[in-house]
């Protein structure tokens, strides 16, 4: 069955990465996880493919924030949801600065899964949609 997409989703928490995984999957995503900053971008390194990463904000040992940087530098063509439990996150300048937005953020913890859903399927954009 051909996937709509790929995700990787980078939280330090697993049961986060789970419910995100099974969800997705179940509408034909194929799904990567990387419980640290340092594997997510060891993943975007090596895996040419990913379309979108779902990235949690706080890690002990760099911030969400420096690995969306430091992933646009490896990939610009990849897309960001930002995934984090502080309310009332704003996009720092950095960020918006490569065309990340206030609709990009989804709050922990999550009450409607299709938030991601629709999400992706914007950040995605017609063109990929229309391959499926």
Do not use: C, W
């Amino acid at each position: 069955m051909k996937t709509k997409g790929t995700v990787l989703i980078v939280d330090d928490d697993e049961v986060i990465q789970l419910i995100i995984e099974e969800f997705l999957t179940d509408y034909q995503f194929n799904i990567l996880n990387a419980e640290s900053p340092e594997k997510g971008l060891e993943r975007i390194k090596n895996i040419k493919t990913i379309d979108i990463a779902i990235v949690d904000m706080n890690f002990p040992t760099m911030n969400g924030e420096e690995f969306i940087l430091r992933a646009n530098a490896i990939n610009s063509q990849l897309k960001y949801i930002i995934h984090t439990a502080e309310p009332g996150y704003h996009i720092p300048d950095a960020l918006k600065s490569i065309g990340i937005t206030e609709k990009m953020i989804i709050t922990k913890p999550i009450e409607d899964m299709m938030l991601f859903l629709h999400l992706i399927n914007n950040l995605l954009g017609p063109q990929k949609n229309n391959e499926l």
